[in-house]
């Protein structure tokens, strides 16, 4: 089972920053958001398609359809600056915790 | 407050053994899974492997591998000193990456790694 994020994202200060992360019927899935920032543990931001930590600000928001998730920024600043890894769990498979590839964000 | 404080890094060479650690504080170490997972340099997340330090029945930590590093490492966890290790025989070179240690809740929760460790670098030279 592949996760396909695109490598790169980027939006302006102030701005929405949307984040995808494709697999076949990832709907019927579970799917988990982490950022990561270089040299720092990387962080769960949504968990189950659309719940947050608690601490995550309410700026991220997820959503899991058909064969896309979406990971959303609102009002993006330059602390959001990082990789983002899509995580789903893959019961048929003995690969069982799967990662995207990543997607690099870049605020402009 | 729930930390993962992992061990510093590691420059060795192909060949030699090595037992990464990381300890737990701020929950019950026993009740949660620790997972590893591997980035090497300028690529992703990779899962490696996970453990349950508490007794699920049967008198022994649970642990589950990815295939692809079946064999190639193992992980291992001592309850009293709240401390979870990932363990290789034989370094290769292609072991060169961040290692990460991240909590996972019971199954029954979900699937994912709630907490995360800051990472041991781990350099393998030929």
């Known amino acids: 089972y592949l996760l396909t994020q695109p490598p790169s994202v980027s939006a302006a200060p102030g701005q929405t920053a949307t984040i995808t992360c494709g697999g076949n019927n990832i709907g019927n899935k579970k799917v988990h958001w982490y950022q990561h920032k270089a040299g720092q543990a990387p962080l769960l931001v949504v968990y189950d398609d659309g719940d947050r930590p608690s601490g995550i600000p309410d700026r991220f928001s997820g959503a899991n359809s058909g064969h896309t998730a979406t990971l959303t920024i609102t009002r993006v600043d330059v602390g959001d600056e990082a990789d983002y890894y899509c995580q789903v769990w893959d019961g048929s498979s003995d690969h069982s915790w799967l990662f995207g590839g990543g997607t690099r964000l870049a605020v402009l | 407050e729930v930390h993962l404080a992992q061990s510093g890094i590691e420059t060795k060479k192909a060949g030699e ?73 034989t370094l290769q070179s292609s072991d060169t990456a961040t290692y990460f240690c991240a909590r996972h809740p019971s199954f029954w929760t979900g699937y994912f790694f709630d907490h995360w460790g800051q990472g041991t670098v781990v350099t393998v030279s030929s």
Do not use: H
């Not at chain 2, 899974?33 to 340099?41: E, K, L, S, T």
């Not at chain 2, 008198?59 to 992980?75: A, D, H, I, K, L």
């Open chain 2, 17 to 89: 053994s090595l037992r990464i650690s990381c300890r737990a504080s701020g929950y019950t170490f026993g009740t949660y899974w620790i997972g590893w997972v591997r980035q090497r340099p300028g690529k992703g997340l990779e899962w490696v492997a996970m453990i349950y330090p508490g007794d699920l029945g049967n008198g022994r930590s649970q642990t589950r591998y990815n295939p692809s590093f079946q064999g190639q490492v193992s992980v291992s966890a001592d309850e009293s000193l709240n401390t979870a290790y990932l363990e290789w025989t």
